[in-house]
């Protein structure tokens, strides 16, 4: 468990270069990210069985994915990684109206990231990172971010 979540350092606004602002900018939502993404996984498991280290908000790349995944993305990326339905399933959802087993997990993760006062704009990226970091499923083709 985190002893602490990691504050934005003081910086200094009054600047008059736009580039310095673009940066502060960038670095204040790189924080941001960080702070929910440690909010979100706090107490979760990896799929080994072990806790995840609360600096995982601070590794730029999922920082970079949380910040570039919009939700839509997320959860038809994450559709992909967790694989199509099975037949008997596809069969029940076609005839009785089921919601897959696939859909319910996603809805699941989105609920808890509501809950815990995720905002939406980071919800897609954190979905991946459950993905990954809790099932164990890695699609590489996915991080297309530096």
């Known amino acids: 468990m985190c002893d602490k979540f990691y504050e934005p350092d003081e910086f200094e606004y009054e600047t008059t270069e736009p580039e310095q602002d673009y940066l502060l900018l960038l670095t204040d939502l790189k924080l941001l990210a960080g702070y929910y993404i440690r909010r979100y996984f706090e107490g979760k498991k990896l799929d080994t069985g072990c806790l995840?280290?609360?600096h995982?908000?601070?590794?730029?790349?999922?920082?970079?994915l949380v910040l570039n995944?919009?939700?839509?993305?997320?959860?038809?990326?994450t559709h992909e990684?967790?694989?199509?339905?099975?037949?008997?399933?596809q069969k029940q959802v076609?005839?009785?109206?089921?919601?897959s087993d696939n859909t319910m997990k996603?809805?699941?993760?989105?609920?808890?990231c509501s809950q815990k006062g995720i905002p939406k704009c980071f919800a897609g990226g954190?979905?991946?990172?459950?993905?990954?970091l809790c099932d164990g499923l890695y699609a590489r083709?996915?991080?297309k971010v530096a």
Not at 56 to 64: K, N, P
Not at 69 to 77: D, E, R, S
Not at 126 to 132: G, R, T
């Open 52 to 54: 995840i280290p609360c």
């Open 56 to 64: 995982v908000g601070d590794l730029d790349r999922y920082v970079l």
């Open 69 to 77: 995944t919009a939700i839509n993305n997320g959860i038809k990326n």
């Open 81 to 89: 990684i967790l694989g199509p339905t099975p037949r008997i399933e």
């Open 94 to 99: 076609e005839n009785n109206g089921h919601v």
């Open 106 to 112: 996603i809805i699941g993760i989105l609920r808890e």
């Open 126 to 132: 954190i979905l991946l990172m459950h993905v990954e």
């Open 141 to 143: 083709t996915l991080y």
